[in-house]
DNA sequence: CTGAAAGCGCTTACAG
DNA sequence: CTGAAAGCGCTTACAG
């Protein structure tokens, strides 16, 4: 690596980084001083500290936070470990997180596992050698997960899908509620004859919902029309094919209720070309507030926001807590919110 | 904070992580002879090996990284910066970045300034005194941007998104390529009146498309069917409408080549609406290869992928090698692969 | 083959 | 108000 004159190194960049040592010699004070000048401490005469600022800012001095965390035992960084190729789930809760941490001293890194068991052991064990303060572990899904363990060195929480063992902690989104609200919203639209088209029936999040779904229906006196719960995949093409086979067996639906957005947005397609028309006839609601695809659908789509800033934000807090000394094992739960638009406005 | 008999701690989480200490202290060795054993280093007695190995094992012993760097001067940490709310760009370039480091020594790191300024140079700040090794700077558009300046204490890699200061490397999609692929392939297929339905011309990305698009056609002597590049938005009701004008304006058109998949999506539904066959009639092509919609539409959409996972590769090579002292600056252009489906297929 | 010592960049009592 | 010294967890010459 080729140093020249004024030492900067070939490759564009800077020289080896300012320590607190150059600035010390660049003020003319000790290392200590600079240390107590830069941080606030008192005990420095106001004059000094102006020296030994003026210093660091010409050197562009950043402290090096490693160093400190050796000190303090603290590293401020906590890591996001994740199985969500897309991102579609994580990036919304580490925002949360980062805002429930705040600006300051905390930073979040994430790291994709790829729903990779081997690459999820190399990740943690990159991010525990480094030193994290706290571990974040979202799920691709909702269906529970294996616990990382009891004897990690630092606090877990586990977000979206939570841990199989009740003594982690666990942020999910209330699917049973989701359920319930959708629902709900539709009984106030007018609705009556209510049918549900749910996503996998492997998947948790497609028995949870749909059981709100048949909870409300229940306590509202109403039937499902269709009978039962229509489970399939979460795609476009199930929407289709599976309301296509609704309105056959029940002509004279008023709402599909849709595990998914993408669900939703194939229910759209086929009752618009089989001409029965969204909201007027038949009101249509989705589920995940894909902004993408909910605004975009013919008409735009009422969905449920699972608020997954929300649930970062309750990882952050659990976790901080329990860095602090106080954890609060089991599953918490956060509300989703419905977000209405033209596809269920009233008929 | 609660300290049981066993060093457990009320959080649920082991104390303090073992250091090297304890596992001398454990194995009856000193610190210096368990640095060597564990890192396998020459000159220890087998026996003496397995003895500390044991005793790290134990302990459940991961070396701080952070003091190691605080020696080698590196950190085995890459900071991917990012900009894109989705993921949608960010987190395939991270998976190849991450795959050119291999799954050894380097990890990566993703931070998102959600687009704002503020934010970014927070993050900047936090990976710099963190160490990073590096940093790979990944945009939300293809428009260049700013550079972060030539002063940082580390290498930087602008990826998707180029840095306006030749002096910096950058890695980008090939978009003008992308074009003249979209047009090659329609010709193979038997295409000859081909339209083209850009995106917001406010980007970069939708004029180069366009442009290598216009460039193929010329080469091959045919026109551009509409006289001109529509342009408009990214969106499928941009999709739906500017097609519905083409196909009034020019009946006869027998392609339609797309700036983007959810463009593409909105071309399918209306030309469909108004009772072509796609791809009897019309051939459609999107762009972006996001599987999600592509392989739902009506047919599944031939589109052009942007190969990011190369993007982050390069990235993280270039990147390796500025480390290592030798920066290649400019712009690395990645060429991007077409995926033929159902909507090109041969009319 | 093994260990005492110095040092990476920083902070924190403790003297002066 | 300022600075010398010890120490965080580790590695690396250098003695033994």
Redesign the interface.
Known sequence: ??ETANGV?????????ATLRDVAALAGVSVATVSKALNGREHVRAETRVKVQQAAEKL?F??????Q??LS?R?G?VGLLTSD????F??PV??GA?DAFG?GST??????A?GDGI?EQ??L???????VDGLIIVGDTTNPRESLG???????VYAYAPSLDE??MSVVSDNVGAGRQAVEHMVRSGRSRIAYIAGDKEFLAARDRAEGAVQALHQFGLPLMGDEVMYGAW???WGRSSVRALIDKCPDIDAVICGSD?IAR?VL?ALRESGRTVPDEVAVMGHDNWE?LAT?ARPPLSTIDMNLELVGRKAAQLLFA??????E?GIHSISTRLLARDSTARG
Chains 1, 2 share one sequence.
């Open positions: 690596m080729a190194v070939s490759g564009g960049f800077s020289a080896k980084p562009n950043l402290p090096n936070v490693l160093a965390g050796l035992g590293t960084t190729l897309v991102g579609r994580s990036l580490m925002m980062e600006a930073s979040v890194f994430l790291c994709d790829r690459r190399h990740h064990h990159a991010l525990l050698s480094r030193r009891q004897h990690l060195p630092v606090p877990v003594r982690d795609t476009e093409s993408q194939g397609d993408l975009q329990a860095i602090e000394g106080t954890a094992p």
